[in-house]
């Protein structure tokens, strides 16, 4: 069943603050909030109300780093623009707008805080970000489509089992090796629905790590690696915290 379209949008707001800091880099800082009032209503779906505008917790704050140290890391060294800091700073200042408010959660990312709202029917999540095509909810790509689509829990899921094989070497998830989204299709279709979870977990677990290069070989066994590489993809969903005890709730295989 199609939830009803939701009146808020919560934004990416790490993927603003990212572009708008490159295009400062030739263009000069001075038009920075200006470009930020600028994104966030090309940003906006049609029909909305009401805007969130999503922030990540400080990298190393990360919640899936207490599974997964390499989580990320090689991005620690990574060169940011100079004008990021004060790109950051116009966008919390957007808080001040009728309509917009920006939300940040200790130890979640931008994409965790858009799982929970779409899956919950709250908001439209808008994001370039192709990975929370795994959260049913109603979706916005503002540079690849006009308006929102919808995504249903069985499309969610089936991305998400995908990216738990597949891994995302931006992101420094390893993934099983050799295993690429036309093969991790494959895998998917030949196997019934409810057998997802085994099938793949088999794969972690029978897997030669000696095929792998050796960085490239976790140090946890493979029962741990196989756990942590899904509940490094999985994007948290409605009912995965809990705002009072601040909680999380970290998905496991059905097996």
């Known amino acids: 069943m199609t939830m009803k379209r939701p009146k808020t949008a919560i934004l990416d707001g790490d993927i603003i603050a990212y572009r708008i800091a490159f295009w400062a880099e030739s263009e000069g800082i001075d038009e ?15 029909d909305v109300d009401n805007i969130i505008v999503a922030m990540s917790c400080p ?60 899956s919950s029917g709250k908001a439209i999540g808008v994001t370039i970000d192709k990975d929370l095509r795994q959260v049913p909810g109603w979706h916005l790509n503002p540079d690849k489509e006009e308006d929102a689509i919808y995504i249903s829990e069985e499309e969610g899921n089936r991305f998400f089992y995908e990216q738990w094989m597949t891994g995302d070497s931006t ?11 036309a093969k991790a299709k494959k895998i998917l279709e030949k196997t019934e629905e409810e057998d997802w979870d085994q099938t793949i977990m088999d794969l972690y677990l029978n897997e030669d790590w000696d095929k792998r290069p050796e960085n490239k070989r976790p140090s946890i066994t493979k029962q741990e690696f196989a756990l942590a590489q899904a509940r490094c993809v999985r994007i948290l969903r409605a009912g995965d915290y809990n705002k009072k005890t601040k909680a999380i709730k970290l998905w496991s295989p059905i097996t």
Do not use: Q
């Not at 920075?32 to 049609?46: G, M, Q, S, Y």
């Not at 992101?171 to 989204?181: A, F, T």
């Open 171 to 181: 992101d420094n998830i390893y993934g099983l090796w050799k295993v690429g989204p």
């Open 59 to 118: 990298r190393d704050k990360n919640y899936r780093r207490d599974f997964w140290s390499p989580y990320k890391e090689h991005r620690d060294s990574t060169v940011v623009p100079n004008a990021l800091p004060y790109t950051i700073e116009s966008i919390y200042e957007s808080d001040s707008f009728d309509g917009v408010s920006v939300r940040c959660v200790d130890r979640l990312e931008a994409d965790d805080l858009i799982g929970m709202m779409v």
């Open 32 to 46: 920075i909030e200006h470009r930020v009032t600028v994104d966030l209503e090309r940003w906006t779906p049609a």
